[in-house]
């Protein structure tokens, strides 16, 4: 499928602000299955955008404004090309982290007894061989979290969506869930992580609201394949892959620092499916 993407973000100021720095993780990479056919990111204002490539293997664009700036705009947008390979990530992606470290406990994938008990649970409800218990864990999840509309702030930078919360809770946004799944995965002693990217839904948030996130598991014979809780299925052609990181605070579209007051955001995200 090829899918059109219009990523736009605004931020306005109350007052003018000194200073604006961003670091973007708005472009997604080709590798076999996913083809950019074209992408840009703008600004609309005169600035350098230095480009660059993360540990995780996303490509960040960074710059800084100052002067008295009232309001600045981003867009990302371009057309991509992607194969629906069961959500098995074929080709390299410029991840030089070893796979231990998609183990590691951060803040937002934090373990507590409900967690240990859900991938025990997805464990023990399997053959035993790690696809299917994550299989298994991103049945068991779907069943028992209601998804939510993403919040502002994880449509546009990080938000304070945590596993622990998200499982007690029995509902969150596409950011806890992924969150959740990390978690419960590295319980099970399988590396996994956050993904961020977009989705045509074939619905009317294809219109706005088309970000989207995920987890993957890394599995042996396959390497890393994805799974979508909320939507209980692994990563369709429907599917753009843009970032990924140990949780969201790795893998957000966007983070940034302002010198003055806080901004009030705008958001647009639309997928388009296209004619090939």
């Not at 003018?16 to 670091?23: A, D, T």
């Not at 950011?175 to 839904?201: D, E, K, N």
């Not at 088309?210 to 599917?239: K, M, Q, R, S």
């Amino acid at each position: 499928m090829r899918l059109r993407i219009r990523h736009t973000l605004t931020a306005r100021f109350d007052e003018p602000v000194s200073l604006v720095q961003r670091s973007l993780r708005m472009s997604p990479r080709t590798f076999n299955g996913q083809y950019v056919r074209a992408w840009r990111i703008e600004v609309d204002h005169d600035c350098r955008q230095n480009r660059s490539t993360d540990a995780f293997g996303n490509t960040t664009h960074e710059f800084t404004l100052t002067g008295a700036i009232r309001a600045v705009s981003i867009v990302a947008a371009g057309e991509v090309e992607v194969d629906d390979t069961a959500g098995v990530l074929k080709g390299t992606l410029g991840d030089r982290m070893p796979p231990a470290v998609y183990l590691r406990e951060t803040p937002a994938t934090a373990l507590d007894a409900d967690i240990r008990a859900l991938a025990r649970a997805a464990r023990t409800g399997s053959d035993g061989n790690d696809l299917d218990a994550c299989h298994r864990l991103m049945h068991l999840m779907h069943e028992r979290i209601e998804p939510q509309p993403a919040s502002l702030d994880e449509r546009v930078n990080v938000g304070g969506a945590t596993a622990a919360a998200c499982l007690a809770a029995g509902q969150g946004t596409p950011t806890a869930i992924a969150h959740l799944f990390v978690a419960a995965a590295r319980s099970l002693l399988i590396p996994a992580r956050y993904v961020s990217g977009y989705i045509c839904r074939g619905s009317d948030r294809d219109a706005g609201d088309a970000a989207h996130a995920w987890a993957e598991a890394l599995i042996p014979g396959l390497g890393w394949v994805g799974f979508d809780a909320e939507n209980d299925t692994c990563p369709t052609d429907a599917y753009i892959r843009v970032a990924s990181a140990l949780d969201q605070s790795g893998g957000a579209f966007v983070r940034g620092a302002d010198r003055g007051g806080p901004p009030t955001l705008e958001v647009a995200i639309t997928a388009e499916p296209l004619a090939v």
